[in-house]
Protein backbone atom coordinates (compact mmCIF):
# COMPACT_ATOMS: atom_id res chain seq x y z
CA UNK A 1 0.00 0.00 0.00
CA UNK A 2 1.21 3.21 -0.86
CA UNK A 3 1.84 5.94 1.57
CA UNK A 4 -0.48 8.38 -0.32
CA UNK A 5 -3.54 5.39 -0.02
CA UNK A 6 -2.65 5.18 3.49
CA UNK A 7 -2.84 8.31 4.36
CA UNK A 8 -6.63 8.23 2.37
CA UNK A 9 -7.70 5.84 4.48
CA UNK A 10 -6.44 7.33 7.62
CA UNK A 11 -8.46 10.43 6.98
CA UNK A 12 -11.58 8.24 5.94
CA UNK A 13 -11.41 6.52 9.16
CA UNK A 14 -10.85 9.88 11.16
CA UNK A 15 -13.52 11.31 9.37
CA UNK A 16 -15.93 8.52 9.88
CA UNK A 17 -14.76 7.94 13.77
CA UNK A 18 -15.28 11.92 14.49
CA UNK A 19 -18.82 11.48 12.31
CA UNK A 20 -20.23 8.53 14.44
CA UNK A 21 -18.92 10.53 17.47
CA UNK A 22 -21.26 14.09 16.40
CA UNK A 23 -23.78 11.65 15.87
CA UNK A 24 -24.05 10.27 19.31
CA UNK A 25 -23.69 13.45 20.50
CA UNK A 26 -26.48 15.50 18.65
CA UNK A 27 -28.27 12.45 19.28
CA UNK A 28 -28.37 12.52 23.14
CA UNK A 29 -28.87 16.64 22.89
CA UNK A 30 -31.75 15.77 20.94
CA UNK A 31 -32.78 13.84 23.14
CA UNK A 32 -35.99 12.85 24.46
CA UNK A 33 -37.62 12.72 20.90
CA UNK A 34 -40.30 10.42 21.70
CA UNK A 35 -41.96 9.13 24.64
CA UNK A 36 -39.82 7.00 27.68
CA UNK A 37 -40.80 4.05 29.18
CA UNK A 38 -40.37 3.53 33.22
CA UNK A 39 -40.35 -0.24 34.04
CA UNK A 40 -41.06 -0.24 37.75
CA UNK A 41 -40.06 -2.82 40.16
CA UNK A 42 -43.32 -4.12 41.59
CA UNK A 43 -46.75 -4.44 40.97
CA UNK A 44 -49.96 -1.21 39.90
CA UNK A 45 -50.70 -0.04 43.38
CA UNK A 46 -47.70 -0.81 45.17
CA UNK A 47 -45.31 1.68 46.64
CA UNK A 48 -42.92 1.24 44.13
CA UNK A 49 -45.59 2.22 41.36
CA UNK A 50 -46.72 4.95 43.51
CA UNK A 51 -43.72 6.53 44.01
CA UNK A 52 -42.67 5.87 39.94
CA UNK A 53 -45.99 8.06 39.04
CA UNK A 54 -44.90 10.31 41.16
CA UNK A 55 -41.73 11.54 39.87
CA UNK A 56 -43.34 10.35 36.15
CA UNK A 57 -45.68 12.89 35.79
CA UNK A 58 -43.73 16.20 36.77
CA UNK A 59 -40.77 14.86 34.79
CA UNK A 60 -42.73 14.42 31.54
CA UNK A 61 -43.78 18.16 31.97
CA UNK A 62 -40.05 19.03 32.34
CA UNK A 63 -39.06 16.47 29.54
CA UNK A 64 -42.34 17.65 27.29
CA UNK A 65 -42.77 13.39 26.42
CA UNK A 66 -44.56 10.74 27.88
CA UNK A 67 -43.39 8.71 30.44
CA UNK A 68 -44.99 5.29 30.51
CA UNK A 69 -45.44 3.40 33.84
CA UNK A 70 -44.55 -0.06 33.27
CA UNK A 71 -44.75 -2.61 36.46
CA UNK A 72 -43.23 -5.88 36.38
CA UNK A 73 -43.37 -7.71 39.11
CA UNK A 74 -42.15 -10.85 40.74
CA UNK A 75 -39.09 -12.02 41.91
CA UNK A 76 -38.21 -9.19 44.32
CA UNK A 77 -37.79 -7.27 40.69
CA UNK A 78 -35.67 -9.74 39.04
CA UNK A 79 -37.95 -9.46 35.95
CA UNK A 80 -38.66 -5.43 35.97
CA UNK A 81 -34.56 -5.40 36.44
CA UNK A 82 -33.48 -8.07 33.52
CA UNK A 83 -36.15 -6.08 31.13
CA UNK A 84 -34.08 -3.04 31.56
CA UNK A 85 -30.72 -5.04 31.72
CA UNK A 86 -31.67 -6.18 28.01
CA UNK A 87 -32.84 -2.89 27.17
CA UNK A 88 -31.22 -0.46 24.53
CA UNK A 89 -28.79 2.10 26.32
CA UNK A 90 -30.36 4.85 24.42
CA UNK A 91 -32.59 6.98 27.11
CA UNK A 92 -36.18 5.40 26.29
CA UNK A 93 -36.23 2.86 28.64
CA UNK A 94 -35.42 3.42 32.32
CA UNK A 95 -35.80 0.91 35.57
CA UNK A 96 -37.70 2.04 38.74
CA UNK A 97 -36.40 -0.58 41.84
CA UNK A 98 -36.18 -0.39 45.11
CA UNK A 99 -32.77 -0.84 47.38
CA UNK A 100 -33.53 -4.66 47.87
CA UNK A 101 -33.79 -5.18 44.32
CA UNK A 102 -30.58 -3.63 43.42
CA UNK A 103 -29.10 -4.50 46.65
CA UNK A 104 -29.88 -8.35 47.56
CA UNK A 105 -30.80 -10.22 44.34
CA UNK A 106 -27.05 -10.53 43.77
CA UNK A 107 -26.33 -12.61 46.88
CA UNK A 108 -30.21 -14.56 47.05
CA UNK A 109 -29.67 -15.43 43.06
CA UNK A 110 -26.10 -16.49 42.14
CA UNK A 111 -27.20 -17.26 38.69
CA UNK A 112 -29.04 -13.77 37.44
CA UNK A 113 -29.85 -13.32 33.73
CA UNK A 114 -27.84 -9.84 34.09
CA UNK A 115 -24.66 -8.31 35.57
CA UNK A 116 -26.28 -5.94 38.20
CA UNK A 117 -23.17 -3.70 38.12
CA UNK A 118 -22.38 -3.65 34.40
CA UNK A 119 -25.89 -3.60 33.25
CA UNK A 120 -27.83 -1.39 35.24
CA UNK A 121 -26.51 2.10 35.54
CA UNK A 122 -27.44 4.43 38.44
CA UNK A 123 -29.09 7.91 37.87
CA UNK A 124 -30.78 9.06 41.22
CA UNK A 125 -32.04 7.89 44.10
CA UNK A 126 -35.90 8.82 44.79
CA UNK A 127 -37.11 9.11 48.76
CA UNK A 128 -35.71 7.52 52.03
CA UNK A 129 -37.19 5.34 54.26
CA UNK A 130 -37.72 1.93 56.19
CA UNK A 131 -40.52 -0.26 55.59
CA UNK A 132 -43.54 -1.64 57.64
CA UNK A 133 -44.08 -4.89 60.29
CA UNK A 134 -48.08 -5.02 60.20
CA UNK A 135 -50.93 -7.59 61.80
CA UNK A 136 -54.16 -8.55 61.46
CA UNK A 137 -55.81 -6.96 64.37
CA UNK A 138 -57.47 -10.56 65.29
CA UNK A 139 -54.20 -11.19 66.42
CA UNK A 140 -53.84 -8.80 69.20
CA UNK A 141 -50.50 -7.81 68.55
CA UNK A 142 -49.39 -4.24 69.15
CA UNK A 143 -45.80 -4.28 68.78
CA UNK A 144 -42.83 -6.58 68.01
CA UNK A 145 -42.42 -7.76 71.59
CA UNK A 146 -46.69 -9.14 71.25
CA UNK A 147 -45.59 -10.96 67.66
CA UNK A 148 -42.13 -12.24 69.53
CA UNK A 149 -43.87 -13.85 72.55
CA UNK A 150 -46.45 -15.56 70.46
CA UNK A 151 -44.05 -17.06 67.92
CA UNK A 152 -41.91 -18.39 70.99
CA UNK A 153 -44.85 -20.04 72.26
CA UNK A 154 -46.23 -21.20 69.42
CA UNK A 155 -42.92 -22.36 67.13
CA UNK A 156 -43.62 -22.93 63.45
CA UNK A 157 -47.10 -22.13 63.99
CA UNK A 158 -46.77 -18.29 62.94
CA UNK A 159 -45.82 -17.61 59.25
CA UNK A 160 -45.18 -14.00 57.94
CA UNK A 161 -45.07 -12.90 54.84
CA UNK A 162 -43.24 -10.01 52.54
CA UNK A 163 -43.06 -9.26 48.59
CA UNK A 164 -40.86 -12.27 47.52
CA UNK A 165 -37.40 -14.01 48.54
CA UNK A 166 -34.55 -11.91 48.82
CA UNK A 167 -36.77 -8.42 49.60
CA UNK A 168 -35.71 -6.02 52.42
CA UNK A 169 -38.90 -7.53 54.64
CA UNK A 170 -37.87 -11.02 54.01
CA UNK A 171 -34.11 -9.97 55.26
CA UNK A 172 -35.61 -7.99 58.00
CA UNK A 173 -37.35 -10.73 59.26
CA UNK A 174 -34.50 -13.25 59.48
CA UNK A 175 -32.66 -11.24 61.24
CA UNK A 176 -35.47 -10.73 64.02
CA UNK A 177 -35.40 -14.38 63.55
CA UNK A 178 -32.11 -14.80 64.25
CA UNK A 179 -32.06 -12.18 67.03
CA UNK A 180 -34.23 -13.88 69.01
CA UNK A 181 -34.14 -17.77 68.20
CA UNK A 182 -38.10 -18.10 66.40
CA UNK A 183 -39.19 -20.38 64.10
CA UNK A 184 -41.54 -19.02 61.87
CA UNK A 185 -42.23 -19.85 58.10
CA UNK A 186 -41.71 -17.49 55.40
CA UNK A 187 -44.64 -16.56 52.78
CA UNK A 188 -43.29 -15.06 49.84
CA UNK A 189 -45.62 -13.26 47.75
CA UNK A 190 -45.58 -12.11 44.05
CA UNK A 191 -46.96 -9.05 44.37
CA UNK A 192 -47.09 -6.54 48.06
CA UNK A 193 -51.15 -5.79 47.08
CA UNK A 194 -51.18 -9.72 47.09
CA UNK A 195 -49.51 -9.54 50.45
CA UNK A 196 -51.42 -6.97 52.23
CA UNK A 197 -55.07 -8.67 51.10
CA UNK A 198 -53.66 -11.45 52.56
CA UNK A 199 -52.91 -9.84 55.84
CA UNK A 200 -56.27 -8.44 56.04
CA UNK A 201 -57.84 -11.49 55.29
CA UNK A 202 -56.08 -13.00 57.63
CA UNK A 203 -54.75 -15.99 55.77
CA UNK A 204 -51.20 -15.37 56.67
CA UNK A 205 -51.22 -12.92 60.54
CA UNK A 206 -48.10 -10.63 60.13
CA UNK A 207 -45.11 -9.72 57.10
CA UNK A 208 -43.43 -6.94 56.28
CA UNK A 209 -44.29 -4.30 53.49
CA UNK A 210 -43.21 -1.46 52.13
CA UNK A 211 -43.29 2.19 53.57
CA UNK A 212 -46.59 3.68 52.00
CA UNK A 213 -49.39 1.26 50.17
CA UNK A 214 -50.78 -0.27 53.74
CA UNK A 215 -51.14 3.33 55.41
CA UNK A 216 -54.76 3.69 54.44
CA UNK A 217 -55.51 0.41 56.14
CA UNK A 218 -53.58 0.77 59.20
CA UNK A 219 -55.83 4.46 59.29
CA UNK A 220 -59.42 2.44 58.81
CA UNK A 221 -58.09 -0.47 61.83
CA UNK A 222 -58.20 -3.31 59.06
CA UNK A 223 -54.27 -3.39 59.56
CA UNK A 224 -51.95 -2.77 62.56
CA UNK A 225 -48.67 -1.31 62.69
CA UNK A 226 -46.55 -3.25 64.97
CA UNK A 227 -42.71 -1.34 63.76
CA UNK A 228 -41.15 0.58 61.23
CA UNK A 229 -36.98 -0.01 60.13
CA UNK A 230 -34.41 2.76 59.63
CA UNK A 231 -32.91 5.63 60.90
CA UNK A 232 -36.04 7.88 62.02
CA UNK A 233 -40.19 7.86 62.57
CA UNK A 234 -41.38 8.51 59.24
CA UNK A 235 -43.57 11.39 58.05
CA UNK A 236 -46.90 9.60 58.24
CA UNK A 237 -46.37 6.96 60.47
CA UNK A 238 -44.98 9.65 63.46
CA UNK A 239 -46.86 7.45 66.47
CA UNK A 240 -45.13 3.98 65.09
CA UNK A 241 -41.89 3.46 67.46
CA UNK A 242 -39.29 1.96 65.30
CA UNK A 243 -37.54 -1.54 65.95
CA UNK A 244 -34.70 0.16 67.23
CA UNK A 245 -37.10 2.00 69.90
CA UNK A 246 -38.30 -1.41 70.59
CA UNK A 247 -35.54 -3.05 71.20
CA UNK A 248 -34.04 -4.59 68.20
CA UNK A 249 -31.26 -2.32 66.20
CA UNK A 250 -32.29 -2.58 62.23
CA UNK A 251 -31.66 0.82 61.36
CA UNK A 252 -30.53 0.70 57.47
CA UNK A 253 -32.79 3.11 55.34
CA UNK A 254 -33.97 1.75 51.76
CA UNK A 255 -34.76 3.67 48.79
CA UNK A 256 -35.50 3.37 44.94
CA UNK A 257 -33.40 4.33 42.58
CA UNK A 258 -33.32 5.28 38.84
CA UNK A 259 -31.09 3.33 36.49
CA UNK A 260 -30.53 3.01 32.81
CA UNK A 261 -29.47 -0.11 31.01
CA UNK A 262 -25.64 -0.09 29.76
CA UNK A 263 -24.13 2.00 27.05
CA UNK A 264 -26.87 5.40 28.20
CA UNK A 265 -24.98 8.31 26.79
CA UNK A 266 -23.65 10.52 29.59
CA UNK A 267 -25.43 13.41 28.88
CA UNK A 268 -29.00 11.76 29.04
CA UNK A 269 -27.76 10.60 32.67
CA UNK A 270 -26.65 13.75 33.72
CA UNK A 271 -29.96 15.87 32.31
CA UNK A 272 -32.20 13.09 34.52
CA UNK A 273 -30.21 13.24 37.57
CA UNK A 274 -30.43 17.29 37.83
CA UNK A 275 -34.04 17.08 36.79
CA UNK A 276 -35.06 14.57 39.46
CA UNK A 277 -32.75 15.83 41.76
CA UNK A 278 -34.48 19.56 41.15
CA UNK A 279 -38.25 17.89 41.40
CA UNK A 280 -37.58 15.98 44.78
CA UNK A 281 -36.66 19.52 46.46
CA UNK A 282 -40.08 21.37 44.98
CA UNK A 283 -42.75 21.82 46.98
CA UNK A 284 -45.25 19.70 45.26
CA UNK A 285 -43.15 16.56 44.89
CA UNK A 286 -41.61 17.16 48.16
CA UNK A 287 -45.22 16.98 49.97
CA UNK A 288 -46.16 13.97 47.79
CA UNK A 289 -42.69 12.30 49.10
CA UNK A 290 -43.36 13.08 52.43
CA UNK A 291 -47.35 12.43 52.05
CA UNK A 292 -45.86 8.60 50.88
CA UNK A 293 -44.00 8.23 54.01
CA UNK A 294 -40.73 9.13 52.46
CA UNK A 295 -38.30 11.73 52.83
CA UNK A 296 -36.30 13.62 50.20
CA UNK A 297 -33.16 12.37 49.85
CA UNK A 298 -29.50 14.54 49.83
CA UNK A 299 -28.73 15.81 46.14
CA UNK A 300 -26.12 13.44 44.80
CA UNK A 301 -24.30 13.16 41.57
CA UNK A 302 -24.85 9.87 39.47
CA UNK A 303 -21.38 8.77 40.20
CA UNK A 304 -22.35 9.64 43.92
CA UNK A 305 -25.31 7.69 44.14
CA UNK A 306 -23.00 4.72 42.77
CA UNK A 307 -21.13 5.00 45.39
CA UNK A 308 -24.15 5.31 48.06
CA UNK A 309 -25.04 2.05 46.59
CA UNK A 310 -21.60 0.29 46.88
CA UNK A 311 -21.85 1.39 50.95
CA UNK A 312 -25.43 0.23 51.09
CA UNK A 313 -24.41 -2.84 49.65
CA UNK A 314 -21.59 -3.77 51.96
CA UNK A 315 -24.43 -4.02 54.70
CA UNK A 316 -27.27 -5.29 53.29
CA UNK A 317 -25.33 -7.96 51.37
CA UNK A 318 -23.31 -8.59 54.44
CA UNK A 319 -26.87 -8.96 56.54
CA UNK A 320 -28.20 -11.41 53.76
CA UNK A 321 -24.80 -13.77 54.32
CA UNK A 322 -25.48 -13.96 57.88
CA UNK A 323 -28.77 -15.41 58.26
CA UNK A 324 -28.02 -17.18 54.95
CA UNK A 325 -30.60 -16.18 52.81
CA UNK A 326 -31.08 -17.38 49.47
CA UNK A 327 -32.78 -18.55 46.75
CA UNK A 328 -35.10 -21.53 47.30
Not at 23 to 44: K, N, T, Y
Not at 70 to 86: H, Y
Not at 291 to 304: D, F, I, L
Request: with cysteine; glycine share 10%; aromatic share 6%.
Amino acid sequence: MSHTSLQRRTVLLGGMLLGAGARAFASADAWPGRPIRLVVAGSAGAGGDIFARLIADPLSRVLKQPIVVDPKPGANGLIACDTVAKAAGDGYTLLFAPSSSILINPVIHPKLPYDAEKDLVPITQVGAAGILLVANPGTGFRNLADMVAYAKANPGKLAYGSWGTGSSGHLAMEGIKAHYGLDMPHAPYKTLVTEVSDIMANNISVGFTDIASPIPHMRAGRLVGLGQTGSQRWPATQDLPTLAEQGYKFEADGWYGVFAPAGTPAAVIDRLNAEINRLQKTDEVRQRIEGQNMVVPPSRSAKEFAASIQRDAAIWQGLARMTALKDK
